[in-house]
């Protein structure tokens, strides 16, 4: 498969996974899985490209962010949705004392604005344990200048603040203050 549609599926299944499972008539369980097979029929049945299953397990494969998972004959996206599902375990941890946000020096003045970071149509604010992880992330605004947030993750803890792990990794919180963050 070449990389532009491998990259076409998987910007196709996030959007269905995460955001709108009903584009395809389909209703992800609690924790955000979906039966495989039923997923790769309505994908093929909505889209003009074919599908197969060994199509999908290499998007999820060669995915660096860990998207998605496919296992037991199931398949989900990780984390990231605006759809009513919990694929988080619900058990808070101990963060690392500090976390990264990728953003803009135009992304932070409105970050300042309005008091913090915001989860905004998604579950939780999406945080990382290294720098140029959170840098990658924040390189998607290639027009704008990137800027690294330091977050207090220890402080914020301390003061009752709620963190989660994804199962790829990424760190996830309600809201991050802006008092506990340091842009550089």
């Known amino acids: ?7 076409k599926i998987s910007k196709f299944m996030s959007y269905i996974l995460r955001h ?18 039923l997923f790769l029929n309505r994908v093929n049945e909505h889209q003009s490209w ?12 060669a995915d ?15 984390q990231g949705h605006s759809v009513d599902v919990n694929a988080v ?10 976390l990264y946000h990728g953003t803009t020096d135009q992304r932070w003045a409105l970050i300042q604005d309005s008091g913090g970071l915001k989860k905004m149509l998604r579950h939780h ?17 290639r027009k704008e200048k990137l800027l690294l947030l330091h977050i207090d993750a220890t402080a914020m803890h301390k003061a009752g603040h709620l963190f989660y792990l994804s199962e790829n990794g ?8 802006v008092n506990f963050i340091e842009a550089r």
């Open 1 to 7: 498969m070449a990389k532009k549609s491998m990259s």
């Open 20 to 37: 709108r499972p009903d584009v395809l008539s389909l209703d992800l369980d609690k924790e955000g899985w979906i039966d495989a097979t």
């Open 50 to 61: 074919t599908l197969t299953m060994d199509d999908i397990q290499a998007v999820v494969d």
């Open 64 to 78: 660096k962010k860990q998207r998605y998972a496919l296992r037991d004959g199931r398949i989900r996206a990780n």
């Open 89 to 98: 375990d619900p058990t808070p941890i101990v963060p690392p004392d500090t």
């Open 125 to 141: 604010v999406h945080l990382s344990a290294d720098p140029q992880t959170a840098k990658q992330v924040g390189s998607r605004h």
């Open 170 to 177: 990424v760190w996830l919180t309600d809201t991050v203050p």
